[in-house]
């Protein structure tokens, strides 16, 4: 299914016969499951503490490549937690994290950057007083390989360099459709927009794995329906394997193809969005009523 097909059948969740609450069922109907590749993240027995706290107790969990695999949970469940733990914010005092199947030292952010794990952040993490452009181009920073000396002075590889970053960002505004705005300081952007942008930013780094956190906060049902599309048209036409937390409960199981769902920083659930639906320990703490 083309882009456009598919962003066209988002919008039809979008008319007067549609519930309230977002939910893009019509999305998916007929299109054929994705497949599933080879595990490309394992986190296993995973325990973090903040003190006398415990955030997260003994989660094991994998992402294949190629999928869409969601968190969710109530708040203080420890998911954004979690996503912390993946891309080296926090450091487990228990617990290993294989990625692309071989087990990960400690590592600080930058360098998971480099090895190919990207982020969003709950909550907007943008240079606010810089353009949409230039908030995109932070994203190439680990591709960027001459010095700081070379990109000051703007000359000779530097300059070469910069041009084929640029390339590159201005095919992902195209991709977001924010071209209108691509000199825009960021910080005079709708909310929406600004998420649209950190989007962009994560994607400029070409992550294999992207981390998205509550992708979908605050915003309204339109934007929910764009940001919705993109994500669908990252994994199917960038091939980026995708681990989200999100709080839609619609969104989730019509866009996802495994969950894995915590509460009080352990793990209550996994499967498939029907076997979580009809997961009893899920419904009591989480859903509270069966999706049946």
């Not at 109530?74 to 080296?88: D, E, F, T």
């Amino acid at each position: 299914m083309s882009a456009q097909t598919k962003g066209a059948a988002i919008r039809m969740v979008h008319d007067a016969d549609a519930p309230h609450d977002f939910t893009a069922e019509n999305v998916l109907h007929g299109l054929p499951e994705r497949s599933r590749g080879p595990v490309v993240l394992e986190v296993k027995n995973i325990t973090l503490r903040f003190g006398g706290v415990v955030a997260i107790k003994d989660i094991s969990f994998d992402i294949r490549k190629g999928e869409i695999r969601a968190i969710i949970g109530p708040n203080g469940a420890g998911k954004s937690s979690m996503l912390n733990v993946i891309n080296g914010f926090y450091h487990p005092q228990e617990g290993e994290i294989w990625f692309n199947g071989a087990r990960r030292k400690p590592m600080k952010p930058y360098e998971i950057a480099k090895q190919g794990i990207a982020r969003t952040f709950q909550n907007i993490a943008l240079f606010k007083g810089m353009s949409t452009l230039d908030n995109i181009m932070t994203g190439r920073l680990t591709k960027m390989h001459t010095n700081i000396f070379m990109q000051a002075l703007w000359a000779g590889p530097a300059q070469a360099e910069e041009i084929e970053h640029r390339e590159k960002v201005e095919k992902i505004i195209d991709f977001l459709e924010i071209q209108h705005i691509r000199k825009t300081p960021v910080g005079r952007l709708p909310y929406g927009l600004q998420k649209r942008v950190e989007l962009g930013r994560a994607l400029a780094a070409e992550p294999d794995l992207l981390l998205l956190d509550e992708p979908m906060a605050g915003m309204n049902v339109e934007e929910k329906e764009d940001m919705c599309r993109f994500i669908l048209d990252v994994n199917e036409e960038f091939g980026t394997t995708i681990a989200l937390i999100e709080h839609d409960m619609g969104v989730v199981m019509d866009i996802s193809d495994r969950v894995v769902v915590l509460d009080y920083g352990r793990k209550i659930g996994d499967g498939t969005p029907d076997e979580v639906r009809s997961n009893k320990d899920v419904i009591d703490a989480y859903l509270g009523v069966s999706h049946d």
